[in-house]
T-cell receptor, first 113, second 110 residues
Framework: EDQVTQSPEALRLQEGESSSLNCSYT??????LFWYRQDPGKGPEFLFT???AGEEKEKERLKATLTKKESFLHITAPKPEDSATYLC??????????????FGQGTTLQVKP | DAGITQSPRHKVTETGTPVTLRCHQT?????MYWYRQDPGHGLRLIHY???????DKGEVSDGYSVSRSKTEDFLLTLESATSSQTSVYFC?????????FGPGTRLLVL
């Protein structure tokens, strides 16, 4: 069964304290891995897509990386406005026509000033 | 921003009553999706549509039906709401790169 697991469930950081969020996946064949950010009371907001092992994407203080078994979202020198829930999702081969995604449960990040 | 709106944004209803949630998009995307989000379960797919009048079930479709009579509108109906359907419901559309989400509808079934 295709599965996505995110860790930790919750993470508290001090402003400026860099860290990483993990997304591990067990799928029949990965077509793409997606990172979203979700603020309280809002819908998920797209951040990155990764397609193959070794690929990296960056946006401001965020960098996403991908291996054959997991993805990391690295947060460098975070600020309080980076506080949110970060969701990971995968699309597997065979679902490319439907575009269906399998989501992890998310990591809730809190950055304290 | 895929130009997705959802209505209503909040709703309180009673067990056994029918409820319809609406999703409207302005991007002319072919694919649309309905998810529910619950603590401990993440986002789970209820139903999706791949065109006007073309729909299929997701992983948690029991108790829900959908309809799509126009490209821009995707309706989710709870025929007889139950307390287990209390949740936050998100609509999404499929753009070039990934799915884009609406703001959500918070539904409370008493």
């Amino acid at each position: 069964e295709d599965q996505v697991t995110q860790s930790p469930e919750a993470l508290r950081l001090q402003e400026g304290e860099s860290s990483s969020l993990n997304c591990s996946y067990t799928v029949s064949g990965l077509r793409g891995l997606f990172w979203y950010r979700q603020d309280p009371g809002k819908g998920p907001e797209f951040l990155f897509t990764l397609y193959s092992a070794g690929e990296e994407k960056e946006k401001e203080r965020l960098k996403a990386t991908l291996t054959k078994k997991e993805s990391f979202l690295h947060i460098t020198a975070p600020k309080p406005e980076d506080s949110a829930t970060y969701l990971c999702a995968v699309q597997v081969h065979g679902s490319s026509n439907t575009g269906k995604l399998i989501f992890g449960q998310g990591t809730t990040l809190q950055v304290k000033p | 921003d895929a130009g997705i709106t959802q209505s209503p944004r909040h709703k309180v209803t009673e067990t056994g009553t029918p409820v319809t949630l609406r999703c409207h998009q302005t991007e002319n995307h072919r694919y649309m999706y309905w998810y529910r989000q619950d603590p401990g379960h993440g986002l789970r797919l209820i139903h999706y549509s791949y065109g006007v009048k073309d729909t299929d079930k997701g992983e948690v479709s029991d108790g829900y039906s959908v309809s799509r009579s126009k490209t821009e509108d995707f309706l989710l109906t709870l025929e007889s709401a139950t307390s287990s359907q209390t949740s936050v419901y998100f609509c999404a559309t499929r753009g070039e790169e990934t799915q884009y989400f609406g703001p959500g509808t918070r539904l409370l079934v008493l």
